[in-house]
């Protein structure tokens, strides 16, 4: 796995998993706090994906379209670094 691909897969991870915690803060308890430290984390963790994915070299298109459909990036994304990990 190339190193583009462990820091776009690093950061799907991460975008996926701020977007868990918000989503859950809403469905339970919908603590403001909670959203104000998340949400602006989850913003640079989702424009993180997509500028590194739509600047890296050597992606697959899929790969760059994945990266910028909000709230689903970071599983697609991960997905999709997987597969171009197996085919190199």
């Known amino acids: 796995m190339t190193p583009q691909l462990?820091?776009?897969g690093a950061?799907?991870?991460?975008e996926l998993v701020s977007v868990v915690l918000l989503l859950g803060n809403l469905l339970t308890v919908h603590d403001q706090?909670?959203?104000?430290?998340?949400?602006?984390?989850?913003?640079?963790?989702y424009l993180a994906v997509a500028v590194t994915a739509l600047l890296g070299r050597g992606l697959h298109t899929t790969t760059r379209v994945f990266a910028?459909?909000?709230?689903?990036?970071?599983?697609l994304t991960m997905?999709?670094?997987?597969?171009?990990a197996r085919r190199r």
């Open 68 to 75: 910028l459909i909000p709230v689903l990036s970071g599983p």
């Open 11 to 14: 950061l799907s991870l991460l």
């Open 6 to 8: 462990k820091v776009l």
């Open 79 to 84: 997905r999709q670094v997987r597969r171009e």
């Open 33 to 45: 706090t909670v959203a104000t430290a998340l949400g602006p984390a989850h913003g640079a963790m």
